[in-house]
Each structure stands twice: as structure tokens, then as C-alpha cells.
């Protein structure tokens, strides 16, 4: 070889070397390019095992590049051109350089600043794990559904998939003449081939949009047209409003059309600013890995939550309705104003999660959304409780941060904090600044400190606005608010001491200090006064100013502050005197505070146990049932083979005659918590305690809807429909083979996706070693959905006998049960695999098998941790309690008969 030769060979060798040394990027992508306009064209057949697509991208070079960074993961991208401005196109390359879905495109030669077009051609198949473009059947129909958030979009195209890019799309789809093509916007023109066997539909531009929020769909659907949305005050034109379903479901959507409207018309006045969008479509997905997707113009839910009946539990209407507020809420939460990056896709999700609870409790308040969000919240305490915690503003890095992200602290602890802000500050001061945020930001990014700011700016508070809100965005933990009252000489004085929350066997330092709103009620018997301080050192004292010496303090007035608070118990047993004079809220936070004082330490069993008769009276169901998993929690690790008949009698008979009271079937006009009490109810009593009198009922129920009595196929409508997960689940445990049998049967055919979750949640039931196994077995194959699979696992795992049997079957098929989880749910895998832990055993065994696999596992190291805390706070709980407080309190039952 010459040395010419030689060199010419390594000059053009260099580029690729340079790439080679480059380190791919890990988190954002850098700013020398940016995407300004895409133009996106599918050719898709739902028959087919993939497709084909062009991807056409107007970039602006920030600086002379000779490649650039963007995503696609899974694509043959087969042909690769870039035009420069002065319309000169080249071929370039396209390579694919980490599992992230991190693409190289080098040009081969330096390109200066300028606007140029990248062109990508390429295939792909279908997606097997609901993401990007995914193929589920319903019957012999095959339908293409989509799904992006959070970096999805790199499977269905390559682009910059990143929230903070945000452009018009044009989006073109050539489908099966027969087949149905939706996508963000209104179709604007259709052409039909020569042969006549497909068309080529081609959609309005899209408003600015982030590649998550990109969305299409292809299938048999049944499209059934609403009356579109009347103009008002604050949009002046018509919204077209649709819903769709798989095949002959179309008519179960009339009561989503019917709320919709509602809903919009109720966000626009909030905001002040008109629905974004230049249509509204609501779609079922037969196979949908999430609730729902709040795509700009084409909401996609989980089919349950739309096809609605006569048949349908209550709780369906319920939820249905709240997903539904939460996902418009998204249409100006998270699509007009988005969040640049994933540290602060609260402002997304907490905000539409404020806004639903905020929506329902107006248009619905049979509903009962802030007890709903209360408990959520409560939920999210828990969780946020953990050494592990997450901020709500978190540093993302990864894949798995992103996808760790999307959980309780970031819903429902953002919109607590909220709420907690709005009620500081006043509801209208509040409004004020988040309209200033959307009209401010509107079709662009908007970021932690841009809401922080705006708030600020109506309100009264300035920068103790923004400390305070920061100080809860940007360190984890709840607050715990200690409380001591002094009185003298008539006049009362109130020290408060804040420190974060910690359960028995914490690691975490406790030592935090938040700006806190705290409102306190004081009470004088029945009437009472509310007083609310800002908290923002370790302690402080402040003059009571509701008039003399209270008889009773609740250090959560109206519920509407995100800490925990511990009183003395002197104080504790006067405001257990009027827990009839709190509102439903309130009486929640009472519960949550006997709980909290539990998991610390600070009340024995026998004082828990003894708060539950005058819980378990309210008719609010979440406070009637607020401690029951606590009361589990007892009967799983304290309570001994000896006691257990003995506990569960006095624990039956607590909660029994509310249930014989509500009686089994659903009345009407019957009031929503009656409803949802009796749920709760039968699900502790029948499948936690057996109850042998539940139990009867329940199976008489569940025979009839199996027709195990020879009566032909099932008729699942034959039980009441809000109880069928425990009708089938102890018909299932009682008359085991035949009514599995059944089950079996019912599922080939029955395509409603609430009816099969009570199939499958009772499949998961069978405590019969070989039953069990062959349901395990079952949903690993065709026959159950993705998103369907975990409610069969969840199940079986909360049955105390098979746990150990369900663990080996667990390691034995790991491989299968990953491939069959899309990665956005695969941060759950040590968790739902945790419950039953409380030893150092027990830890050991789970971080032996899951340690090896936490690179397989999308968020997998955070996921493992945070298992394998709640076991080490597990095993401190049960070895500080002592047995004989249990045996005592066992024993004061038997001598109160």
C-alpha cells in the first residue's frame, strides 16, 4: 500500500474513529441540533408482523457537525439522505449504538449552521411489549394501537426523543382500504391506490408536540361520533368529540360522551385557556400497558375504563370518570405546557392528578374524590417513608430513572403538595398564578421554577413561596409535625417541632427541616376553630389564637397538609372522643395517625387493635377500612396458629355486621359509599378472614354465574357485578377444578377486559398446588394479555399458602415473565415479589436471585433497594412488638363477652 494510499485510507476512516472514541450519550442529548418540523408516513397493516415508514425531519445545526445524535431502537433503517439548505442531498449513515436507542447519523463530511432535511426510511416490527407500535388481537381482529411516553417513540421512528422538543408533525397513513387509521388530528384527505386495496389518509399539521405525545391507531374500530362540545366563553368554535372501541363495542361508550363535555368545559373555565386541540377522540385499546395516554387530540385508556354498561360494577362508572378528568387535565397539563425534561414531569402528572381530584369533586361529588386522593396520598407517604425515597424534582440520568419516575411520589405527593399550597394561599390567588403559567408557556416548555415563579407572583408570599415550595420539591421525605400544647392564665401557646418521618428500622437521618403550612383545628367540645402558621425551622412556638385552652386538637385541619403528626396520647384518646365531629378527611388522618405511630414504634398492637371499632363505624369507606391492612400486617407475622381462629372472631365480628347491614347485593339508588364499602368488605371478610357465613353467600353467587349447578355455559352477570373478583375468587378456592374449569372456558371467549381481570384475579386465588401452577402456567401464553398477566401474578402472591410455591415457579420462569413485561412496569418486579418478606432470610434470598438480574431490569437497582428496605423495616416492626401485648388483648376480647 502506498503511503498516499495509506493516508487517504485513514482520513476517510477518521470520521468513524472520532465516533468510535465519542461517548454516546446517556441522558439528554446535546444542542447542536434541534428538530423544528417533522413529516412522519406509516404504511401499516394490522395483518402483518411490521411495517414501514419514512421519517422526514427539518433540523436546525446550532454548529458545524459532521453527525449528530438522535434516537431509534429496534429499527432497519434502510436508506438514510440529508438535504442542506441550498437543497444538495447526500446519503449519510444511520447506526444504532446502545439498547437505550441512541442512533449515530454521520454525514461524511463537516455540514455548517444552517436548517437541513434528514430523511430516514426503514421497517420495524411490531412491538411485543405495548410500546411504540404494538399488534393486539381481539378475537381473529388484529388492531395497531401506539403508545410513546415516556421513550417509546424511538420504537416506532427515529427523531429526538426528548420532552423539550417540540414540533408541528405532519403524519400520513397508508392502512388496508377496510381498515379504520386515527391520529392526533382530523383526517384532512384521502386517496385510494389503483387497485383499490388501500388508502393513504393524511392528517392536519399538529399543533408543537413532543415525540411521546405522537399517537395513531389501526384497526376494525367501532368510531361512534358525540355531539360536539358547544362553544363558550373562553373557546368560541365547536370541539368535535368521538369515542372508539374494538368491534361491536361502540355501543357501551355512551357515558364517556356523555361526561367528556363536563369535563372540558370545566378545565377551560379553570384555566382560561380554550381546549388546545382541533379534536377531542376517546379510545379503548383492547391491550394497553398503562391507564390511559393523554396524546394531544386521541386519548388512548385501557378499554375497561370506557366500555361501560348496565352490567358494570359501580366502581368502573368511578373510574372511568376520574381517568378520564385526569387525562383531559393532561391536554393543558403536560401537552400545552410541557415539561422540558423528566426531573420535572411533575409538573404533568401532579398537576393533572390536582386538577382530576379538583374535577370530580365538581362535577361528581358522589364520587368522593378527596377521599380518594386522601388515600392515595397516604399511599404515597408510605413509600415516601423509605431511606430510597424519590424527590419529587429528582435528577434523571438513565433510562431507569425515567421509568422510576412514574410513580406515588410524583402523582400523588405532587399533587398533595398542590393542594397543600392552594388551600395556603387561597384558591383564587392560586388560580391566579397557573393561569399565568399555561397563557405564559403555551405550546412550549414550562419548568419547576416557571410555576414556582408564577405562583409566587399572584400571590402574597413572594420568596417564602418559593422556599416553602421548593423545600417540598426538592428533598424527599414527609414531614412529621410534633405538637405541644401550654396554657396559662387563660392564654394558649402551641410548639411545634418538625422532623421527617421514619418507621422502626429507618436508616435514614430524620434530621429535615421543610417550610410547612400547618393548619391545627382546636376544638371546645363539639364546635371547633382552625389555625394555620408556616413551620419553616425545627421548632417554633406560636400564640393560640381561637380563644382560650382547647379541649382537643387535630394537627391536620381539612386534611389539606402533606406531613404526618404525633400528639401526646393524652392527646390522642380527647380527639378519639370526637372523631364524630371531623369531617371524613380528617377522621382519614386520624387512622393514618394511629398507623404512622405503629410503623414507629410509639403504639403497641393492643392500642391499634382498640382503635378499630370506632373506624370501622364511619360510613366513609376509607376510613371504615383504613386500618385493615395493618390489621393483615398483625394476623400475618404476630398473630400465632394458636390465636389465629380467636383473632379472626374478634376482628369478624368488628366489621360482620356492617357488611350483613350493606347485605350483598348492590340497591337502588343505592349511595356510591355504601357500594364501595361493601366491596371492601366482602374482599377482607370472604378472602382474608374466611368468614364461613361471607364465604356461603359468595359461593352461591359464583356457582350460579360458572353454571357449575348444569346450567349450561357461565353467566358471569349472574353475580353482583361489583363483587365478582371475590365471588369467583372463593368459588374458585372452594370448588376448585370444575370452577376452574369454567373460567377457562369463559376466557377463550369473553373479550371485556373488567370480567376477565375477576377471572384472572381469582385463577391467581386456587390454593391448590397444582391449580395454582397450571394458572401460572396459563398466563404466560396466548390466552392472556400483557397488561392482564399481573393480576393473575398479584393474586397468587397474596395468598398466604402459595407464596412459596408461587416464589419457586417465579425463578424458575423469570426469563418468560420478563420477556412478557414491557419495561415501564418492570420496576415492579422485586416489589411484587417482596410481599411475605419479613426475615433476613427472606431478604438474602430475594437480592441473591434478583441481584444477577438487575441489568436486565428497566430501573431494576432502585427497584431491588426499596424491596429490600421494606423487608428490613418489616423484620424491625414484628421484632419489636411483643407477643404477649397480643395475648393480653386477646384475652380482654374473650372477657368482654
Wanted: negative net charge; aromatic residues 8%.
Amino acid at each position: 500500500m502506498s503511503f498516499r494510499r495509506g493516508l487517504l485510507s485513514l482520513l476517510l476512516l477518521l470520521p468513524c474513529l472520532l465516533f468510535a472514541a465519542e461517548d454516546v450519550p446517556v441522558g439528554k442529548l446535546s444542542s447542536v441540533a434541534e428538530p423544528l418540523h417533522y413529516w412522519l408516513a406509516f404504511t401499516l397493516d394490522p395483518a402483518a408482523d411490521g411495517y414501514s415508514g419514512e421519517t422526514r425531519i427539518r433540523i436546525r445545526l446550532n454548529v458545524a457537525v459532521d453527525h449528530l445524535w438522535l434516537h431509534g431502537r429496534d429499527l432497519d433503517v434502510q436508506k438514510v439522505r440529508v438535504s442542506d439548505s441550498h437543497g444538495k442531498s447526500v446519503s449519510a449513515k444511520y447506526q444504532q449504538r446502545n439498547d437505550d436507542g441512541v442512533a449515530l447519523v454521520s454525514f461524511g463530511s463537516m455540514l455548517p449552521p444552517q436548517e437541513i432535511e434528514l430523511i430516514l426510511s426503514f421497517h420495524a416490527k411490531y412491538n411485543t411489549q405495548l410500546e411504540g407500535v404494538y399488534k393486539v388481537k381481539v378475537g381473529s381482529d388484529p388492531y395497531l394501537i401506539t403508545q410513546m411516553e415516556p421513550v417509546s417513540a424511538r420504537f416506532a421512528f427515529p427523531g429526538f426523543d426528548e420532552p423539550r422538543f417540540k414540533t408541528p408533525f405532519d403524519i400520513t397513513l397508508t392502512v388496508p382500504k377496510a381498515q379504520i387509521a386515527l391520529a392526533n388530528t382530523r383526517q384532512r384527505d384521502e386517496k385510494v391506490s389503483n387497485d383499490a386495496k388501500w388508502k393513504t389518509l393524511t392528517f392536519a399539521t399538529t399543533l408543537p408536540l413532543p415525540t411521546y405525545l405522537v399517537a395513531f391507531a389501526v384497526g376494525p374500530w367501532d368510531v361512534v361520533e358525540g355531539k360536539p362540545i358547544a362553544p363558550n366563553a373562553v373557546r368560541t368554535t365547536a370541539l368535535p368529540l368521538r369515542a372508539i372501541a374494538s368491534r361491536g363495542n361502540g355501543k357501551r361508550l355512551n357515558y364517556v360522551l356523555e361526561q367528556a363535555p363536563n369535563i372540558i368545559a370545566y378545565y377551560e373555565q379553570y384555566t382560561g385557556q380554550p381546549y388546545p386541540y382541533d379534536k377531542l377522540d376517546l379510545l379503548g385499546a383492547p391491550d394497553f400497558g398503562a391507564g390511559a395516554m393523554e396524546n394531544a387530540g386521541l386519548i388512548i385508556f385501557r378499554d375497561t375504563l370506557l366500555l361501560l354498561d348496565q352490567n358494570s360494577p359501580a366502581d368502573r362508572y368511578r373510574a372511568a370518570f376520574t381517568v378520564m378528568a385526569h387525562e383531559i387535565a393532561h391536554q393543558w397539563f403536560g401537552d400545552l405546557v410541557t415539561a422540558p425534561w423528566w426531573d420535572d414531569i411533575w409538573l404533568n402528572e401532579a398537576f393533572a392528578t390536582w386538577a382530576e381530584g379538583k374535577g370530580t369533586v365538581v362535577l361528581q361529588p358522589e364520587f368522593h374524590g378527596d377521599m380518594e386522593h386522601l388515600e392515595a396520598r397516604l399511599g404515597a407517604m408510605r413509600n415516601d417513608s423509605l431511606d430510597s425515597a424519590r424527590r419529587i424534582r429528582q435528577p434523571i440520568t438513565n433510562q431507569g430513572d425515567i421509568e422510576n419516575a412514574f410513580d406515588g411520589i410524583t402523582y400523588q405527593k405532587g399533587a398533595s403538595v398542590l393542594g397543600m399550597f392552594e388551600s395556603w394561599l387561597g384558591p383564587e390567588k392560586f388560580r391566579g398564578g397557573i393561569q399565568n403559567y399555561l397563557g405564559g408557556h403555551k405550546f412550549r416548555s414550562g419548568s419547576s421554577d416557571d410555576v414556582v415563579d408564577a405562583v409566587a407572583a399572584a400571590s402574597d408570599q413572594g420568596e417564602r413561596l418559593k422556599l416553602a415550595m421548593r423545600s417540598f420539591l426538592d428533598q424527599p421525605g414527609t414531614p412529621r409535625i410534633q405538637t405541644e400544647v401550654s396554657c396559662k392564665d387563660g392564654k394558649a401557646q402551641l410548639k411545634l417541632t418538625q422532623s421527617r418521618y421514619l418507621p422502626l428500622g429507618s436508616k435514614a437521618d430524620s434530621n429535615a427541616v421543610w417550610d410547612v403550612p400547618v393548619c391545627l383545628r382546636f376544638g371546645h367540645g363539639d364546635t371547633s376553630a382552625t389555625q394555620c402558621v408556616l413551620l419553616d425551622k425545627t421548632e417554633a412556638s406560636f400564640p393560640i389564637a381561637t380563644g382560650g385552652c382547647p379541649e382537643w386538637i387535630l394537627p391536620n385541619a381539612n386534611a389539606s397538609g402533606y406531613y404526618r403528626f404525633s400528639i401526646s396520647p393524652e392527646a390522642f384518646g380527647k380527639l378519639a372522643g370526637h372523631l364524630a365531629s371531623l369531617s371524613g378527611p380528617e377522621q382519614l388522618v386520624f387512622a393514618d395517625a394511629v398507623s404512622s405511630a405503629f410503623h414507629r414504634g410509639e403504639l403497641d398492637v393492643a392500642a391499634l387493635l382498640d382503635s378499630l371499632p370506632a373506624l370501622a363505624a364511619s360510613p366513609v369507606p376509607q376510613v371504615a377500612t383504613a386500618l385493615l391492612d395493618d390489621v393483615e400486617w398483625i394476623r400475618e407475622y404476630l398473630v400465632s396458629e394458636s390465636q389465629r381462629a380467636r383473632f379472626d372472631a374478634r376482628i369478624g365480628a368488628i366489621f360482620l355486621p356492617r357488611l350483613l347491614q350493606l347485605g350483598y347485593a348492590r340497591k337502588t339508588g343505592e349511595a356510591s359509599n355504601d357500594t364501595a364499602l361493601r366491596v371492601r368488605l366482602v374482599k377482607f371478610l370472604a378472602l382474608r378472614l374466611h368468614v364461613p357465613e361471607v364465604r356461603a353467600a359468595l359461593l352461591a353467587q359464583g356457582r350460579k354465574a360458572l353454571a357449575l349447578d348444569g346450567g349450561g355455559k357461565a353467566q358471569l352477570a349472574a353475580a353482583n357485578a361489583d363483587l365478582l373478583a371475590s365471588v369467583l375468587g372463593v368459588t374458585v378456592q372452594e370448588n376448585g377444578a370444575a370452577a376452574i374449569k369454567a373460567m377457562y372456558a369463559e376466557l377463550e371467549i369473553n373479550h371485556d377486559a373488567t370480567s376477565r381481570y375477576a377471572m384472572l384475579a381469582a385463577l391467581g386465588a386456587s390454593q391448590d398446588a397444582a391449580l395454582a401452577e397450571q394458572a401460572l402456567n396459563y398466563a404466560l401464553g396466548a390466552g392472556v394479555q400483557l397488561s392482564e398477566m399481573r393480576v393473575l401474578f398479584d393474586a397468587q402472591n397474596h395468598e398466604l399458602e402459595n407464596r412459596a410455591a408461587f416464589w419457586h415457579w417465579y425463578q424458575v420462569h423469570f426469563d418468560a415473565v420478563l420477556k412478557r413485561t414491557p419495561g415501564f412496569a418492570q420496576v415492579g418486579m422485586p416489589r411484587s415479589v417482596s410481599d411475605g418478606r419479613c426475615s433476613s432470610e427472606a431478604a438474602d434470598e430475594l437480592d441473591k436471585f434478583f441481584r444477577p438480574h438487575v441489568p436486565q431490569i428497566t430501573g431494576g437497582a432502585r427497584a431491588l433497594a426499596q424491596a429490600q428496605e421494606s423487608i428490613g423495616l418489616c423484620r424491625a416492626l414484628r421484632t419489636q412488638q411483643k407477643p404477649q401485648v397480643l395475648q393480653q388483648w386477646l384475652d380482654q376480647q374473650g372477657a368482654m363477652k
